[in-house]
């Protein structure tokens, strides 16, 4: 039966929870999604919540931990002493689930949860993920795989197999190691069924598969599988064992994350924000660049302060400061979001890097003429003024040339300073183009008033 998920369902769920009415709400809850079942939680006070999470099944409970916002976990988590956290939740995970509950749990509550854990391999396993940065390949590396020996049959493999899958929710490939868990190579299922059963894992194995190193960074890990279409990556040490995989859902929540944070950072708000965050926390983000904003107001007033006899001479020149700074602005982004995406592409190399920033350069010298000359015409046919229609031309041809180069160039350097260069496509370099687009303009007007 399809239930709906709707204002009367989550009043009727609220009532029976009131009520205690345990039997009625398993009931209506086994029938739902993980996904949905975390859905619903968001429209519970947090004492409801816990109380219908404590009602779950271990699988069921862990499987809708995950997929509420970070946020909720932590609330949710630190009101629940170590033993339930680890029999309720972190036993039925994967290791690199559970590493990432974990991870934003106090030192000490993670030592009393990993005691708890009753399966002493899995307590190991997370303890060596919570051992590594979170945002590298190791940080997000599961360590349940199927590994066989390269000198098996395949006979032997596929016994193998039956008896490593148990744990394992999807297999996707088989890593061939050497006695010593080197990796060797990788093989799909396909291939060890379809190979005669004494055939030696050694002769399928070729020696290009695809990996990545435990302090590989999750860009990177996105990179690869999505270069070579990948579904799993083997994860290694620094000398080739195989430590563990990485599947492709995991980097599906990369991608989202990056692209969540880039948004972020273009929209002027430093560091992640979350659904569940508070007034002061969200203020607390969005502050550093509404501050850098108002320094470069005050600084663009005081420029145009000090040309105010300019202004006083043409008024008319005023009327096209906003256009001045919309395009410098608009040109800046543009040219600048286009070499965040090749960066986060990955399309690093000099000879890239230097076909785009030729590129970006010809774009904006043939737009900035293409409006410097509809300017002039304007200017030219309505205001008569010519020192007022060569200084807004000639200005508005410099500034979207040099905002181009400007926005070409600050991403590039940023990233050489292992800075996020998605800084450079908010309201950092619009508010740095307004300034410079303002002093552009006084002083092309104030060389045309010497001139003209």
Not at 78 to 84: A, E, Q, T, Y
Not at 314 to 323: D, G, K, Y
Request: glycine content about 6%; charged content about 25%; hydrophobic content about 50%.
């Amino acid at each position: 039966m399809k239930i709906e998920l709707n204002r009367d369902f989550i009043d009727q769920l609220k009532e029976l929870i009131e009520q205690k009415a345990d039997q009625d709400i398993i009931q209506i809850i086994s029938e739902l999604h993980a996904a949905d079942i975390a859905e619903i939680m968001e429209e519970l006070d947090s004492d409801e919540a816990q109380y219908l999470f404590l009602l779950l099944d271990g699988e069921l409970a862990s499987d809708v931990l995950l997929e509420i916002p970070e946020a909720d976990q932590r609330r949710f988590l630190r009101g629940l002493p170590p033993d339930v956290i680890a029999h309720r939740f972190i036993e039925f995970m994967e290791s690199d689930d559970a590493a990432d509950v974990m991870a934003d749990l106090d030192e000490d509550v993670q030592d009393e949860v990993l005691q708890h854990i009753d399966d002493k391999e899995q307590a190991g396993d997370i303890a060596d993920l919570l051992e590594y940065d979170e945002d590298t390949a190791g940080g997000i590396m599961a360590k349940e795989l199927v590994a066989v020996n390269e000198n098996w049959t395949v006979q032997t493999c596929l016994k193998e197999i039956s008896i490593q899958a148990e744990d394992i929710d999807e297999i996707y490939y088989v890593y061939v190691v050497d006695d010593n868990f080197f990796l060797k190579g990788v093989l799909s299922l396909k291939m060890l069924i379809m190979k005669p059963t004494h055939t030696v894992i050694k002769s399928m194995v070729t020696e290009d598969a695809h990996f990545v190193r435990t302090d590989a960074s999750q860009e990177e890990v996105a990179q690869v599988m999505e270069k070579y279409d990948l579904v799993a990556l083997p994860v290694v040490d620094q000398i080739g064992r195989l430590k563990g995989r990485i599947t492709i859902d995991d980097v599906l929540d990369i991608i989202r994350e990056e692209a969540d944070k880039d948004y972020q950072m273009a929209s002027g708000i430093s560091g992640d924000v979350e659904a569940g965050d508070n007034v002061f926390q969200r203020a607390w983000t969005r502050i550093p660049w509404l501050f850098i904003g108002m320094i470069g107001g005050i600084i663009g007033a005081g420029v145009l302060g000090s040309h105010s006899s300019q202004l006083q001479q043409i008024p008319a020149m005023a009327f096209f400061i906003p256009l001045i700074a919309a395009m410098a602005g608009n040109v800046g982004v543009q040219s600048s979001s286009i070499i965040v995406q090749s960066i986060a592409s990955g399309t690093r190399s000099f000879d890239s890097v230097g076909r785009k920033l030729v590129k970006e350069l010809s774009v904006a010298f043939s737009t900035a003429l293409l409006f410097s000359v509809l300017i002039f015409m304007y200017n030219f046919f309505f205001t008569g003024n010519m020192r007022l229609t060569y200084s807004v031309s000639i200005t508005l041809f410099i500034v979207m040339v040099f905002a181009s180069l400007f926005g070409t160039l600050i991403p590039l350097v940023l990233n050489k300073l292992k800075i996020d260069p998605a800084v450079a496509t908010g309201p950092f370099i619009t508010t740095t183009n307004d300034i410079l687009g303002l002093l552009i303009y006084m002083t092309v007007a104030q060389m045309f008033f010497k001139i003209l």
